[in-house]
């Protein structure tokens, strides 16, 4: 899927037009319309404040990733890995049973 695909899906799901969009990123919304049909590229300043208006990582606009991680799954990521060992393995192990639980539930 394409950076501008990305965005125009992102960007629906916030509930976002692309005058407010446009509005946050000091453009016009044109110019919004233009890399939502992959016309223009932004720059990697304008993208990354796209994501942090739209709470999706870098990597998800770009296409490095399909996840659509969060600011707050990216912060709980990040304090779980500046744990010590033992204590992220806890972390693991119940994650780890907690998503068997929810396969045996048929939920994922």
Same mark, same amino acid.
């Not at 972390?91 to 048929?106: C, E, P």
């Given at each position: 899927?394409?950076? /501008?695909?990305?965005?125009? !899906?992102?960007? *629906?799901?916030?509930?976002?037009?692309?005058?407010? $969009? =446009?509005?946050? &990123?000091?453009?016009?919304?044109?110019?919004? /319309?233009?890399?939502?049909? !992959?016309?223009? *590229?932004?720059?990697?300043?304008?993208?990354?404040? $796209? =994501?942090?208006? &739209?709470?999706?990582?870098?990597?998800?606009?770009?296409?490095?990733?399909?996840?659509?991680?969060?600011?707050?799954?990216?912060?709980?990521?990040?304090?779980?890995?500046? &744990?010590?060992?033992?204590?992220?393995?806890?972390?693991?192990?119940?994650?780890?049973?907690?998503?068997?639980?929810?396969?045996?539930?048929?939920?994922?």
């Amino acid at each position: 899927m394409s950076f /501008g695909k990305r965005l125009l !899906d992102a960007r *629906k799901k916030k509930g976002i037009s692309q005058e407010e $969009m =446009a509005e946050k &990123l000091k453009t016009k919304g044109p110019v919004i /319309g233009r890399y939502e049909r !992959d016309e223009m *590229k932004p720059s990697i300043e304008t993208a990354a404040k $796209m =994501a942090d208006i &739209l709470n999706v990582s870098l990597d998800y606009l770009v296409g490095k990733t399909d996840m659509e991680l969060d600011k707050t799954m990216i912060k709980r990521i990040q304090l779980v890995s500046k &744990l010590p060992a033992k204590e992220k393995e806890c972390v693991y192990v119940f994650l780890d049973s907690f998503i068997d639980r929810m396969k045996l539930q048929g939920i994922l």
